[in-house]
């Protein structure tokens, strides 16, 4: 038996229709691709990126002025030496000195900081942040007030720093000259607060000696007379202490610096400086940078 398959009007009439949009599509194609114009760029057949883009790819990496943060950070190790240097005879407006006939020679203040610093900066502006430990090197020595009126080289003290020191937490604000771009001149100030540790031993003359006034813990016989003997008697001849001299625990600190920076592309830091710090000083901070 053969079987017939009749098609109704309406279906054949699809079917036309269809086929002419499809052909008419394919005559359209090729028009449409010129009109669209080479492509920017060809794709490899291993999946690399398109030339124009790796290229592009690349500058953007390797531009310096595009590589550059905005901001750089350091962390340093700092230390300093303090001291009042050539300011000394500022003291001998107040102290007397060896210079003063028949007067011993007063100490020479000064001793050594260590510390860590954290370092913000931007463009010419660095925020400094530090926390450090001084010790006092001053060795203990007589002390005798300036008088208006007639000297007398009898009534000073003898001090004796014991353990001496300071903590400071602190902050600085620097800025920054570049004159090369591993060389710059840095110069700022700021403030601190210390903490003293230790204590100031003291001894009074004997008129005003209040621990040990008859130097019983001394040999009174090296003493010329027990009665008038100056502090720096006292001491020499073993007489007991007059107690820790009084001082504050909470000292405010104030910075001036100037230094020159060494700057090894933007990986590791080198600062020398000089400057104020509660006293004069001289010192170095290095460190990294990231």
Known sequence: MTARFNRSPSTASRLGTLSLLGLAG?????AWASAQGPLNAESSDDGDLPEIAAEELDALMHDPD???RDMLMEVNIRSRYMSLFFADSILDNWYY????EGHPDRPAIYGYAFGLEYVIKKDQANGIFYLEYARSLTRGGYWDDVEDDTPNYADGEYILPENLGIFTIGADYGMELHAEPWLSFIFGGGLGLGILTGDIIQWNSAIEAEGDPQCEQGDPSL???PETATALERFDAGCGDDGPKGMPSVIPMVDINVGVRFNFSDRAT???ETGLHSLLYVGMATGVVF
């Open 270 to 272: 080198l600062r020398l």
């Open 66 to 68: 595009d590589m550059k």
């Open 223 to 225: 003493l010329g007379d």
């Open 97 to 100: 000195d060896d210079d003063t």
């Open 26 to 30: 394919l005559a359209a194609a090729p």
